[in-house]
């Protein structure tokens, strides 16, 4: 096929894959879609745990027109056992002709192994189509395993003039309807939504995707030196409803630590950097060991700050409401250390769009190494 047949089924794939994001961990959220004659003969993206893989859906579906096929998948399939047989026995067996592939797998238990063993079985491969866009796809897994820490996207809702509450802490709503729907949306396509303290105990927030009949919710993962939170609120009220976990220091209270034990609550303890600041870089490592990809972060300030501060987030999602607080409004980021221009984070814009009556603008953030080059 030519470069423009390629890239038409592997946008398909793709979309396929984005169904799954948020349903598939510890594994990546993998499309696929097998093509004969130019037709689609089966379509499979990963099924909710990691399984079962993509590859196996598709080849299912397609039977025995699979023979001769091109399959088209967003990750190099799978060369060892796991849970399950590997996939590249499974597109082997099947005798298809060509498999397309958008990025290499970084997991060191498949990363080339999965287009050697197809090239030597006789099947054409084709690596590279629509990389970039595969690697945003997958940047969650592939952060998990290269950069021991999951995909970490922060929120921010805030005014014109970048404020997230009045000063006498006011802050619902400053965006519209139709963004805090978005946000739902958002929320969906994440393995769990994380706020600190501050944010549980002003804004009591439920953390749950809502509004969109869908039955799935992220992990909500509140992050509190001693547990300091309110015990009367809606995450306490729901623990039977969607899991908690709660991130905190070697020495929190014992009657909250019991309250939340007895809700069963996961509780993760982390090291303080100082006195009062868990370390994040810490708690987000344990989160992909536990096998999170990806994190929605929705605030407050000063988490906000600590993870900049150290480099914790690859994608920024700002909601700007067309609200003016002034200087007494409370700030979306809390202090940084930088002082000096060439110091602070620098941010990438990706797009921007019109949401009701405010503005949606995403940024990915500027690292000096890319992982993408490795893949």
Known sequence: ??????????????????????????????????????????????????????EILALTQAGKLAEDSTVYVTLEPCAHHGESGP??????????????????DPDTRVCGRGIKALKQAGILVSLGVLRKEAFEANRGFI???LLKRPLVTLKIASTFDG???????ESQWITGPESRRKVHTMRAKHDAILVGGG????????????????????????????????????????????PIWLIHGPDPDS??????????AKLIEVPLLNKNNLDLTVALR????????????EGGGQIAASLIQNNLVDRVIGFTGGKIFGALGVTGIGALSSRHLKDMPTLTPVEIEKVGNDILHTWTVVQENTIMDSL
């Open 143 to 145: 952060n998990k395993v």
């Open 87 to 104: 996939c590249v026995e499974a597109l082997i067996n099947a005798k298809v002709k060509r498999v397309v592939i958008s990025i290499k």
């Open 255 to 264: 009657a909250s630590r019991e309250f939340w034990l007895h809700r069963k």
């Open 1 to 54: 096929m030519d470069d423009e047949s390629d890239q038409r089924w592997m946008y398909l794939a793709l979309s396929l894959g984005a169904r799954g994001l948020g349903n598939t961990w510890p594994n990546p959220s993998v499309g696929c879609v097998i093509i004969l004659n130019d037709k689609v003969v089966g379509r499979g993206f990963t099924g909710v745990g990691g399984r079962p893989h993509a």
């Open 199 to 242: 944010t549980a105990r002003q804004d009591l927030p439920l953390l749950t995707v809502r509004g969109l009949g869908i039955k799935h919710s992220p992990i909500r993962i509140l992050v509190s030196n001693n547990l300091n939170l309110p015990q009367k609120s809606p995450i306490a009220d729901s623990c039977n409803n969607s």
């Open 286 to 297: 344990v989160l992909a060991q536990m096998g999170i990809t990806r994190v929605f972060c």
């Open 163 to 169: 404020k997230i509450a009045t000063h006498s802490g």
